[in-house]
């Protein structure tokens, strides 16, 4: 868990991420008003910023770093079989966010946004991720490849998918 107010962590940005810090500090420094748009704009810059996370691109860079120990669960959603594993009541349980109709289906995450319903039949432990302009589907263990998805959207152009 991070804690910090937006001046101290834009200056870290400045001094560890200058690439990061050129895009965000149009967003958190400039007087112009927030747009209704600014969130789209936000969005086509992404894939310009620093491709690091915070840990590596500016924590462990710098010294002064206050860290208190705590006890608490945690769980690092770095891929949807990570999120199945949370929301199920069982091994065996689909996870479903939207609409589903299942036939001897089971192990499942099933995650639509654009109220299309998904119908499965006789299908194990995948993932299945429908939004406007995209679908997901793949084998639960092999989530940890939509990195590399990730990759080739961006090598052949195709940001607005990201």
Not at 52 to 59: A, K, M, N, P, R
Request: charged share 30%; hydrophobic share 40%.
């Amino acid at each position: 868990m991070f804690g910090w107010n937006t001046e101290t962590l834009l200056e870290l940005f400045r001094r560890h991420l200058p690439k990061t810090y050129k895009i965000l500090k149009f967003y958190f420094v400039s007087d112009l008003p927030p747009e209704r748009s600014q969130g789209a704009k936000i969005k086509k810059q992404y894939y310009h910023l620093d491709n690091t996370s915070i840990d590596y691109g500016i924590l462990e860079k710098e010294k002064d770093i206050l860290v208190i120990p705590a006890r608490f669960d945690w769980a690092d959603i770095g891929h949807w079989r990570t999120v199945h594993e949370i929301l199920r009541d069982h091994p065996d349980d689909n996870v479903v966010r939207g609409q589903h109709i299942s036939l001897d289906s089971s192990g499942n995450l099933i995650y639509a946004t654009s109220g299309k319903l998904i119908a499965t039949a006789g299908l194990r432990d995948m993932v299945i991720i429908e939004t406007a302009d995209a679908i997901l589907v793949c084998p639960r263990d092999k989530t940890q490849d939509v990195k590399k998805i990730t990759e080739l959207l961006k090598k052949r152009k195709l940001l607005k998918y990201l």
